[in-house]
């Protein structure tokens, strides 16, 4: 509710839910918990990428993809600003596909499937070699 009233109604079902989990603080930091949740590389392997949920408006409703949602937001929040964070949300009220990607590039200066890439090395860095190979897969 205070998202809608401070941002604007965001149509992206990726930032509403990643935006919530991400400053819920229910005393786990939200990218503890996504670590935490994450087994082995197989588990970023076979789930939908950050970039496709982000850009296709798409979420499963899985506790995983709750805690990814949440620990991706926070992470931008931790790198950019909230600022820049907020400005994401607002912009998303549209549509999705070139848009938010275009929207997402001119926001942080990268594509977002170059700052999931940064997001899954930052705190999976001994998967670092699995990861590159999921991000060359992906790409």
């Known amino acids: 509710m205070v998202a809608n009233e401070e941002l604007g109604r965001s149509r992206n079902k990726f930032l509403i839910e990643g935006l919530a989990k991400a400053f819920e603080f229910d005393f786990r930091n939200p990218i503890d918990e996504f670590v935490d949740e994450c087994r ?47 400005e994401l949300y607002s912009a998303s009220t549209a549509d999705t ?30 998967w670092a070699d699995a990861i590159d190979s999921l991000w060359v897969e992906r790409r």
């Open 40 to 86: 082995s590389p197989y588990d970023l392997r076979y789930s939908t990428s950050i970039a496709d949920q982000l850009i296709r408006n798409g979420f499963d409703y899985s506790s995983f993809s709750y805690s990814r949602a949440g620990a991706f937001v926070r992470y931008l929040a931790d790198k950019y600003g909230i600022a820049k964070t907020k």
């Open 97 to 126: 596909g070139q848009k938010f990607s275009g929207d997402f590039e001119r926001i942080f200066g990268s594509p977002v499937e170059e700052s999931e890439h940064a997001f899954y090395l930052k705190y999976f860095s001994l």
